[in-house]
């Protein structure tokens, strides 16, 4: 008999994953290409600058949103959350500008923010409960509460729209209308909420479980992970995400309606997915996140500036591209 061949092949398959890696950057880096020569003004830094604000509010739900699905959940309220914490957010702080002994504008704006950091917890925590103590789907946990966010944010704003109060709207502008060396507050924040959630995913012990959990959750119990609670803080740090972004993007309309962040779950999801983590858990990027979040608004920004489809399309072409990433997942672990 003659020897089997045992060449080994150049293109082994580490390399192939290391090089499947970069496929996001190098879509995003061709899709630059094309805006600038479909439409010269998508080159300009003003447009650059929007498309990265824009980014900001889905990329820091996204970097949450990667911590779940790595754990093997997922999270389908994120948009109707951001919608109730910002309601609740402008019901506290016109309240307290229009008590008796009115508390000052930027108070006003800081209880504010410390009523969406505790909303956000509370909200991704009870989440977190629901799907490990009360042994529910997550898919069927966080469609439920979809529905309940939005239903009490309806109910707060009667169907119409709750408008913050001008002078705390002068005093909260700045957090997304300012710029720090150039650069928008909320994109620094953004890379502030990305470079945390690289490192705790990538660093810590904590990162190290949320991916032996989304691997093989059984052999994570026989490890001791506590594995329920590994589950319940990710949902919480989501809910975190979710009341960051959302205190960014209040004061740039200052008002909430039924209608505030719709959709929103569908981004943070494809950028999530479209970074390359698998949507089967146990492995994800925080860097690819973002790259996936940019991605998707460059997506939308194109679109808007070239008219090439309607730009009541752009949730379609997301969704669009979502699939297709799925589907290249196939098999994928």
Not at 75 to 101: E, F, H, P, T, W
Not at 235 to 262: D, H, Q
Request: with cysteine; net charge positive; aromatic share 6%.
């Amino acid at each position: 008999m003659p020897p089997i061949l045992t060449t080994k092949l150049p293109f082994t398959l580490p390399l192939l994953t290391r090089l499947r890696g970069y496929g996001p950057v190098l879509a995003l880096f061709l899709l630059c290409v094309a805006g600038g020569l479909l439409n010269p003004d998508f080159a300009t830094l003003d447009n650059l600058m929007n498309v990265l604000t824009r980014t900001a509010f889905i990329g820091i739900i996204a970097v949450g949103m990667t911590f779940v699905i790595v754990s093997g959940g997922i999270d389908l309220s994120v948009g109707s959350m951001a919608a109730l914490i910002a309601g609740a957010m402008i019901v506290l702080m016109n309240a307290a500008a229009g008590a008796a002994q009115p508390v000052s504008p930027l108070v006003t704006v800081l209880l504010g923010v410390a009523l969406a950091l505790l909303l956000g917890g509370a909200l991704g925590g009870a989440h977190g409960l629901l799907v490990t103590r009360g042994r529910i789907e997550p898919f069927i946990v966080t469609l439920g509460t979809l529905g309940i966010f939005r239903a009490t944010l309806t109910w707060l704003s009667d169907g119409g729209a709750l408008t913050l109060e001008s002078g705390v709207a002068d005093v909260y502008s700045p957090v997304y209308y300012q710029n720090v060396l150039g650069v928008p507050v909320p994109v620094w924040i953004f890379l502030l909420v990305a470079a945390g959630g690289a490192v705790i995913l990538n660093r810590t012990a904590f990162g190290a479980h949320v991916q032996a959990i989304g691997s093989n959750e059984q052999v994570a119990r026989y490890a001791a992970i506590r594995v329920d609670r590994v589950k319940v803080w990710t949902y919480l740090l989501l809910g975190v995400c979710v009341a960051i972004a959302t205190i960014l993007y209040v004061p740039r309309l200052g008002s909430a309606t039924p209608t505030t962040g719709i959709l929103w779950e569908l981004e943070a999801i494809a950028a999530v997915v479209v970074g390359g983590t698998s949507l089967k858990g146990g492995s994800g990027r925080i860097l690819g996140t973002v790259v996936g979040a940019i991605l998707l608004s460059v997506i939308g920004n194109i679109v808007n500036l070239t008219s090439i489809i309607s730009v009541h399309l752009n949730a379609a072409v997301q969704g669009v591209v979502i699939i297709a990433v799925a589907f290249m997942q196939r098999g994928r672990r």
